[in-house]
């Protein structure tokens, strides 16, 4: 397949579209559609695709776009929809929803600064507010792994033991308005690929019922444990998802963890999103000039990978976690995850965060070199050191 020069709105648009059109031998697909930027450019490719079987709603709120994209579902449809940081905020009551009713809808996010004040810059604080939530979640570096892994979320999602809602979120213009070159497969590839759905509790006319009624605790409980038995089934599930795309579209669409020379390294950069981009290249120099200096890119952030996680970081005395995120009194999410997997694990392991990038801010090698010099010359980890201040100064603030 040839690579076309299309922006990260443009490839999520396209894999939106296709897996769509893959479903319209069964039940169809359907979306509801609400405008934010930077998200727009997606919703708006959708709807002027020359769908056989899909029905595109515009709708006048982005939690009526979830309800849209639920009713389908419950239909038996296909259902996606996409948005971004105050969207999805609005939107969050039906997303909670969603994943408790085991819908398998796909949504895209293109992770924006939640306001006030305003900013349509990148910061994942939209999406990883949702991370209790029974969705699957996944992070992606480039525009190409923005369409793979909407592919594949499709998969995985509708995958009988699995059966949950999947995130597919991208750093806001980084990826979702700058063009990049993009392998965009045919309409015939992604139908192999993408099997049509048969949604095993789909509402049927002929055998009423009602969702979502009052139940005791015991029951609600036992839908809570089997949310988890999904949860813990998405690992081997995805790895059968990632070995068909290889062997069907001939393109590995990445794992859910990725490292870069972790074998011998004694300190580690954690990574998600596009910052991954430059933290290897700058890692990649390191090591050419001795340092036994490592990378892992989390991809899937839910259900979180602890066990590839765990064995990345195995070698390693530091760590240092890179968020594009901030919990209020707690500093970045992902560092906050690294430090209760690790918790007790073994002594003197300095695992150390780094707020970068936040509310679209740039994260440039030198930034990487500051972050590495700092957790070089740490004993012990501190408090979150932020990085990119107005004034040009990190440290602890």
Not at 37 to 56: G, H, L, M, N, S
Not at 144 to 154: I, K, M, P, R, S
Not at 381 to 389: C, D, E, H, I, T
Request: hydrophobic share 45%; glycine share 10%.
């Amino acid at each position: 397949m040839p690579l076309k020069l299309v922006t990260g709105n443009h490839a999520a648009g396209y894999a939106l579209s296709a897996a769509a059109e893959a479903n319209r031998g069964a039940r169809g697909a359907a979306c509801g559609i609400y405008p934010i930027t930077p998200q727009t450019e997606i919703v708006e490719y959708v709807a002027k695709f020359p769908f056989t079987k899909t029905r595109v709603v515009p709708v006048e709120s982005e939690h009526s776009a979830m309800a849209v994209s639920m009713g389908a579902s419950l239909a038996g449809a296909r259902a996606f929809t996409a948005s971004s940081s105050n969207g999805i905020a609005y939107m969050v009551e039906n997303i909670m929803v969603a994943g408790y009713y085991r819908l398998p809808i796909v949504m895209v996010a293109v992770n924006r600064t939640l306001g006030p004040p305003w900013n349509i810059w990148a910061d994942q604080g939209d999406t990883l507010m949702l991370r209790d939530f029974p969705w699957l979640q996944f992070y992606c570096e480039d525009n190409q792994e923005v369409l793979d892994t909407t592919l594949l979320a499709f998969r995985l999602a509708e995958d009988r033991r699995i059966l949950l809602p999947a995130l597919v979120a991208m750093d806001a213009f980084i990826l979702s308005h700058t063009q990049t070159g993009t392998s965009l497969p045919d309409q015939a590839d992604v139908d192999r690929y993408v099997p049509e759905l048969d949604l095993p509790h789909r509402m049927r006319h002929e055998s009423p019922t009602t969702l979502g009624g009052l139940v005791w605790p015991d029951v609600a409980m036992s839908l809570r444990l089997e949310i988890d038995e999904a949860m813990e089934r998405v690992d081997e599930v995805l790895g059968e998802c990632r070995k068909a795309f290889i062997e069907q579209l001939g393109r590995d669409p990445g794992a859910a963890v990725q490292t870069f020379a972790t074998e011998d390294a004694e300190q580690v950069l954690v990574v998600s999103g596009s910052i991954a981009t430059t933290a290897r290249e700058v890692v990649r120099r390191r090591r050419e000039e001795g340092e036994r200096l490592g990378l892992i890119k989390i991809k899937m952030f839910r259900p979180f990978p602890e066990s590839a996680v765990r064995e990345a970081c195995r070698g390693a005395a530091k760590v240092a976690v890179l968020d594009r995120n901030y919990a209020a009194g707690i500093g970045g999410i992902f560092c906050q995850e690294l430090r209760a997997l690790f918790q007790g694990d073994r002594d003197g392991l300095v695992i150390q965060g780094y707020l970068t990038g936040l509310c679209g801010g740039d994260v440039t090698p030198a930034m990487i070199e500051d972050v590495i010099a700092d957790l070089g010359g740490r004993v012990e980890a501190g408090k979150p050191v932020w990085m990119g201040m107005a004034d040009g100064k990190g440290g602890n603030r």
